[in-house]
């Protein structure tokens, strides 16, 4: 796929899986902290064997024994340039897998399998002004991209975060939001809702793009967040001049193996375990516009 990250580690890009990646590492449940009603951010240290290294925007296969296992993107830590220290997830209990994942106490263990997936083509926008959209849950994944963007801010336009959420209670990580603006990132925030202390903007994440300042003939766009909410903001940046070769999202399908055997998470000809979930827009065009694929 032009313009896609390195294969990813982990990820088969069509050779035979490796037996191994199917047989989850142990690892101890560190800290945890709730950031939402349902939403809680979780660190994990492996119990034997090194920090996983990876891409920002890849996912692991986690596992609270005996509930299932789910894939959540990797919003922090590792070994790697992405991040240092013990491995992040955040994680919204939406069903048995993620409740009993955000459950666990302190001290538990988790299975955890990967890094698998394409990441965000981080490297190769220098030079762009970069637009970083997120929708609810959907800035998790994009967490490490935006620490590696800021980690070399000089070698970047603009940098530009349109986050909404659905109120102001439910965005996450609000701390870091200061520290990313004042580090160089512009950062936009709607709700769909909110109380009369909320001074900032209420309205779904596409107008934030019509309001922001950014050079569309040199801006690239990384999306994540519900399907409805990026096929909305693809076509305001498409109004505003961003080419669908310059807006990559990442994509959510059913998924079971992670490796590309089981084919759940088939979106057209692709397995999105495999070949996303860091998707160009252009290549997603075809398959989006057919209902309900
Ligand atoms: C590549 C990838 C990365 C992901 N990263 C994250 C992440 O970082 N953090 C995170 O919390 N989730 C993430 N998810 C979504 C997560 O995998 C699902 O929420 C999980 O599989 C649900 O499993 P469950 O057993 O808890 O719920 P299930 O029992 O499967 O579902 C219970 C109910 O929740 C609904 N549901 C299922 N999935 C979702 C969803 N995604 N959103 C809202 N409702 C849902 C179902 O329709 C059902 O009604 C990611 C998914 C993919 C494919």
Known sequence: MPGQAEAPTGAVGGAVPDPGAMVPAPFTLSAKRQDTTDTWTLELEPRGGERLTFAP???????????????????????????????????????????????????????????????????????????????????????????????????????????GGRSPEQLLYPGELERWAARGLDVAITVDSAGPAWLGHVGVVPQLVHRARFDAARAVALLCGPEVMMRFTFSALARAGVGSDRVYASMERNMQCGIGHCGHCQLGPTLVCRDGPVYRWSELEPWLAIREL
Do not use: K, N
């Open 57 to 163: 925007g890849q996912f692991t296969m986690l596992s609270m024994f005996g509930t299932g296992e789910v894939p959540i993107s990797i919003s922090g830590g590792g070994g790697g340039e992405a991040g240092e220290g013990p491995l992040v997830h955040t994680v919204r209990a939406v069903g048995l897998a993620t409740r009993a994942i955000c459950d666990a106490p302190v001290g538990a263990a988790l299975g955890v399998r990967g890094p698998f997936g394409r990441a965000w083509p981080v490297h190769e926008l220098e030079g762009a002004d970069v637009l970083v959209i997120a929708g609810g849950i959907g800035l998790a994944p994009l967490r490490p991209a935006i620490r590696a963007l800021l980690a070399r801010r000089e070698r970047y336009g603009r940098l530009l975060l349109l986050y």
